[in-house]
């Protein structure tokens, strides 16, 4: 019966470290954004430190780009209908990560512009950044 | 009967002339050459695969990889870009006329990742002279400073950000030959003046736009394009008095935006001791939902001290405009693809109902000129060889509330793409 006892303290301690995974260990998470004259839909992504993220992009109209600043990504994002690109994004370090379009698309293309927010999730979700 | 006869005839000779619709011989064209821009893709591939593979080796950790667009076209352009609007338009009552309507260049400049210079020329009805309707005209020409998110400045000519089409006008992202009549006559479409003012996105998805800009002339006002003409289009504007001009809109949810925009501003500095001043409020909405899409917009101008300017435009002129004391417009639309697959096979139907009336309400002692209480009817089709090139076709119906004088329905043909 004890035997029983601490077997089963061990199994449920080495369940519990697998149902709650540090986020800093890393979390995959999709977010499909869309592109049309002169947005993008959602403008913010917000992830916790550590999360993996994969941002499928696809335009309602014509072709954009997708640039993140400072960060080497520069992508054409195709025409209606005609597919879609994927980025993935290490959430490596907390902060504000903007991403333009970067393809002329129109009279407000300047207006196209979002951002990757990452934060310690040990702190707050953010708001601040 | 007779007419509306005539245009069924002309959209069978059209869908004859552009077979792509109904699967002729160019659309069987426009599929080989995007068979060959597709073979043209995957050469590029390699290119765009090394482009990933470099991402993926950065030192931020961050992989970009573009997934196999075995159905794209590689649209390639150069330093310009733009887009042209070139029209058949055949008014009831009046002989049809071919139009190349705009011309329209845009250029771009980066001074530096904040610094951009962004530029709009436009040339109307191909030739600019005294015989012609022709107008060269810079649309916009502003230097934006991008500071942050939430905040940033522009300067130059600038857009009002007034309306749905004002500073989304491209024609592949409208439905009909012609540009919505309310945004035509209400909101005078385009609205552009030299300006200065701030944008940004904040948080929750909601954006702005608020500038200080030139105002408008209210010597150029009329009965029947109410503040079309007073635009003073940057060309060594009054700058004694400015007008203020805003828009809030929501784009946080994917497919949906709503907006609200203001224009205010005194604009009678045309004539000595009238004190004459425009309040425009205008709300907008857009929605779509898989193939279905659906906009709608309301604008209402309030004219001040309107009586005075009547009569001094009578001293000056001899003839009284005529000029409302406010000035209202609303429509809706409707449009859904009705060939949801991929250009060239990419086509939607559209209806739209306009309601605009430049003689809304009138000063004491003024009459309505019924004749500018119009609404409409239009339904029409846009085929899209392209998601950047628009056939469309369509017919309008309008109405007014005169007695007397009747409104001429049209028929419409046009061609519009964007690069």
Known sequence: MRTTVILGLVIFSLLGSISRPDARQGTAREVEIVAERFSFTPSEVRVPLGTSLRLRIRSDDTMHGFRIIGKGVNILIPKRRQGEVVVHFEATEAGRFEFWCSRLCGAGHNFMRGAIVVFDDTRNDGEGI | MHFLTSKIVSVILFIVVFPGVSGGQIFSDLRDRVRQANREQLLLAPAQRARARNVTGAPSRLRAASDPISNSSVSQTGPISGYMDFHFNDRQESDPVLDFHRFVLLLNHSFSERVRF????????????????????????????????????????????????????????????????????????????????????????????????????????????????????????????????????????????????????????????????????????????????????????????????NESVQRVFGINPNVAEQIRGFYLEGSYFIVPKPAPRELAAFVRYENFDTQYRMSAGYLPIQAYDRDSWSVGITYFPDPDVAVKVDYTVMRNQSDVVTAPNSFNVGLGWWF
């Open chain 2, 118 to 309: 962004v530029a709009e020329l436009e040339l109307e009805h191909t030739v600019v002279s005294n015989e012609t309707d022709g107008e060269l005209e810079l649309e916009q020409a502003y230097v934006d400073f991008l500071i942050s998110r939430p905040f940033n400045l522009r300067a130059g000519m600038v857009l009002a950000p007034v309306g749905v089409i004002n500073e989304r006008h491209e024609p592949p992202v409208y439905h009909g030959v012609e540009r919505p009549s309310v945004e035509t006559v209400i909101v005078p479409t385009t609205w552009f003046g030299a300006g200065v003012g701030i944008h940004g996105e904040l948080r929750g998805g909601l954006r702005y736009r608020l500038y200080g800009m030139e105002t408008l002339d209210a010597a150029g006002f009329s009965a029947e394009q109410g503040l079309r003409d007073g635009r003073q289009k940057g060309a060594k504007s009054n700058a004694k008095h400015l007008a203020g001009t805003g828009r809030l809109e929501y784009v946080g949810t994917p497919g949906l935006v709503v907006g609200t925009s203001f224009w205010a501003g005194d604009t009678g500095f045309a004539f000595p001791r009238l004190d004459n001043s425009v309040t425009m409020i205008e709300f907008d909405g857009r929605y779509r939902w898989q193939e279905l899409d659906l906009r709608g917009l309301y604008a209402h101008a309030f004219l001040d001290s309107i009586a005075d300017l």
